[in-house]
Structures are given as structure tokens and as C-alpha cells.
């Protein structure tokens, strides 16, 4: 069972830069598909973006293209989210999950295509 742990959460101001991290264990981290998520208060989940298995292909949801970048780290067995431009409407519990896949159809910007989940975390943006 693989386990997902995201950090780098905070409160930033408006125009600002955050890079979240994923550090993925109990699994054979090269072999999975990573995705980012985040659900706003009263909103439901979304999905921001993923980054195949060998890191040679991202996703992006349209709000975040230009302005967010995913990246992973084999050797760190990590997957980051390189949050920039941030604005208030970025603010929200960020998710990282994973599932074990080569093969990537239009499943990769779902939710429910994800076999694992990291416990979130916070993003807040202030004005």
C-alpha cells in the first residue's frame, strides 16, 4: 500500500509562491501516476494537475496552466507542486494521489481513477 504525505502548505499574500511537496513510501515510487487536487470551502474537489510515472508528461486543469508547474524527484521519491501568481481563489486543501499505471486516458484528471491519498494540505491566500 503506498502512503502519500503532502507539506508545504501556508498562508501567503496574493502574487506569491508556494511549493508543495508529496513524499510517496510503501510503494514502487517510478511506477506510479501522481496527481494534485484541492477543494475549496463549500466547493467541491478539483483537479489541478499529474505527472506520469517517468515524469515526462504533465497535466494541467486550465485555472492553473502558465502558472503552476509539476515535477517529480526519483531519488526523493517526491512530487512537487510548484505553486506561483498565487490568487485568493487558489486557496484550498491541497491533495496529492497516486495509482500504479502506464497507461494514461482522460481518467488521469479524475478523482476517482486514484487508488491512494495523502491527508491534504492547507492553502490560503490573503489579500
Known amino acids: 500500500q503506498v502512503q502519500l504525505v503532502e507539506s508545504g502548505g501556508g498562508v501567503v499574500q496574493t502574487g506569491a509562491s508556494l511549493r508543495l511537496s508529496c513524499a510517496a513510501s510503501?510503494?514502487?515510487?517510478?511506477?506510479?501516476?501522481v496527481g494534485w487536487f484541492r477543494q475549496a470551502p463549500g466547493k467541491e474537489q478539483e483537479f489541478v494537475g499529474a505527472?506520469?510515472?517517468?515524469?515526462?508528461?504533465?497535466y494541467y486543469a486550465d485555472s492553473v496552466k502558465g502558472r503552476f508547474t509539476i515535477s517529480r524527484d526519483s531519488a526523493k521519491n517526491t512530487v512537487y507542486l510548484q505553486m506561483n501568481s498565487l490568487s485568493r481563489e487558489d486557496t484550498a486543501v491541497y491533495y496529492c494521489?497516486?495509482?500504479?499505471?502506464?497507461?494514461?486516458?482522460?481518467?488521469?484528471?479524475?478523482?476517482?481513477?486514484?487508488?491512494?491519498w495523502g491527508q491534504g494540505t492547507q492553502v490560503i491566500v490573503s489579500a
Open positions: 494521489a497516486a495509482k500504479d499505471s502506464s497507461y494514461y486516458t482522460t481518467d488521469i484528471y479524475t478523482a476517482g481513477w486514484y487508488d491512494n
Open positions: 510503501g510503494g514502487t515510487f517510478t511506477t506510479l501516476a
Open positions: 505527472v506520469s510515472r517517468s515524469g515526462g508528461t504533465t
